[in-house]
Structures are given as structure tokens and as C-alpha cells.
């Protein structure tokens, strides 16, 4: 039961174009919902997060947005530059259980020059 | 620097054979946390600890045990009840004040079974 989901495992964009990372969930008890990024045979490092009571979160290039009717939320990326290229993990945690954190499959971001 | 040690980063074993992977923070972080990553597929968790002394299971924690003795520290045994142990494993640690549920990954440990 993935109650993450990542439906894109990869995406290629034109350097200074955006670049918008889908995530989907099942289970309306997160609280928050965050994003990592990962290079190769390293750890994830964190991105950007949201809280489940707002519906947007900048943060420089990145936006985050979230749509919880929809159980729905994006990362927006603008501009896109090739540092960015990495997998990108969508994650969302709950309070409750002490904030066991649920991953996605991850999406691989090809930012092309 | 503070910051998450796990070691070692390349490790290969026998089948049959248990290995302990071994993860130290020195961040303060009261919670840590193991996940597993296959190839194409998200980060699963395996065991997490929320204080000293105290650790519960996630959602893949057969063949797999941990312990809790010291804040720094929460080393994680693959043992040869793990059917598939050859994966990249992550650890990782949170501050509990903290709501938003921030990680800070260690730079993981690959396994490999021979």
C-alpha cells in the first residue's frame, strides 16, 4: 500500500524553463509534507516543506504547493538549472508516531544546458 | 561539524553471515531513524527511535534488529534472517522540537551479499 506516490520516475527540462515534480498521497492524517533531493550514493537532503494546513511554501527557486482535496502537491522549480538535476523524493510525515515519515519512489530531474 | 557518520560505506557479506552497520550523530537529535533504498524504489523505513532506550519497528523490519543504548548512536544488524539484505542503507536523525519532521540523512552504507 504506497501511501506516497510518485508517478514520474524522471523528468528532462531546458535550463532556465520550470520544472514541476508531482507527488500524490492516500492518507489525509500527515501533517506535513516534505521534499528532499539526492545525488548518487549519498544521503537526502531537505528541500522544502509544507504544512498540511497551508496551501503554499516558497522558499528562493522553490515553491511548493499543496492541493488537499485532491491529496495532491507539486514542486516548483524556476528557474531550472543543471545543479538541480538529482532525485527528487516526496515525503510526508504525521505527528502522531512519532513523525514516521513516509517516502515516495523518487523522481530523476534532467536539467539540460 | 555536526552532522550524521554512518559506516561503513561499502560493506560485503557471506550469506548467513549478520553485519552491523553503524550510525552516529552528534546533532543532539533525541529521534533516529533507518531506511532501506532498492533501486527504483523510495526510501523504506525500517526501525526508528524516538529516545534512549526505546525503538519501534516500521514497515519492513523482519530480518533486521537495532538498539538504543546512547543518544549518538543506533546501530542497525542485518541478519541472516534478511532474505534480500544487499541495498543501500540510510540513517537518519530528528530534532523533536522540531514539528515539521525534518530528517538529516547520513551518506549511507551500500551492502552487498555475496
Known amino acids: 500500500d504506497q501511501q506516497v506516490k510518485q508517478n514520474s520516475p524522471s523528468l528532462s527540462v531546458q535550463e532556465g524553463r520550470i520544472s514541476i515534480l508531482n507527488c500524490d498521497y492516500t492518507n489525509s492524517m500527515f501533517d506535513y509534507f516534505l521534499w528532499y533531493k539526492k545525488y548518487p550514493a549519498e544521503g537526502p537532503t531537505f528541500l522544502i516543506s509544507?504544512?498540511?494546513?497551508?496551501d503554499k511554501n516558497e522558499d528562493g527557486r522553490f515553491t511548493v504547493f499543496l492541493n488537499k482535496s485532491a491529496k495532491h502537491l507539486s514542486l516548483h522549480i524556476v528557474p531550472s538549472q543543471p545543479g538541480d538535476s538529482a532525485v527528487y523524493f516526496c515525503a510526508a510525515s504525521a505527528a502522531t508516531g512519532g513523525f514516521k515519515t513516509i517516502f515516495g519512489a523518487g523522481t530523476r530531474l534532467f536539467v539540460k544546458a | 561539524d555536526g552532522g550524521i557518520t554512518q559506516s561503513p560505506k561499502y560493506l560485503f557479506r557471506k550469506e548467513g553471515q549478520n553485519v552491523t552497520l553503524s550510525c552516529e550523530q552528534n546533532l543532539n537529535h533525541d529521534a533516529m531513524y533507518w531506511y532501506r533504498q532498492d533501486p527504483g524504489q523510495g526510501l523504506r523505513l525500517i526501525y526508528y527511535?524516538?529516545?534512549?532506550?526505546?525503538?519501534q519497528k516500521g514497515d519492513i523490519a523482519e530480518g533486521y534488529s537495532v538498539s538504543r543504548e546512547k543518544k549518538e548512536s543506533f546501530p542497525l544488524t542485518v541478519t541472516s534472517a534478511q532474505k534480500n539484505p544487499t541495498a543501500f542503507y540510510l540513517c537518519a536523525s530528528r530534532r523533536r522540537e522540531v514539528h515539521t519532521g525534518e530528517l538529516f540523512f547520513g551518506e549511507g552504507s551500500r551492502l552487498t551479499v555475496l
Open positions: 509544507i504544512s498540511s494546513i497551508k
Open positions: 527511535s524516538q529516545i534512549v532506550n526505546d525503538f
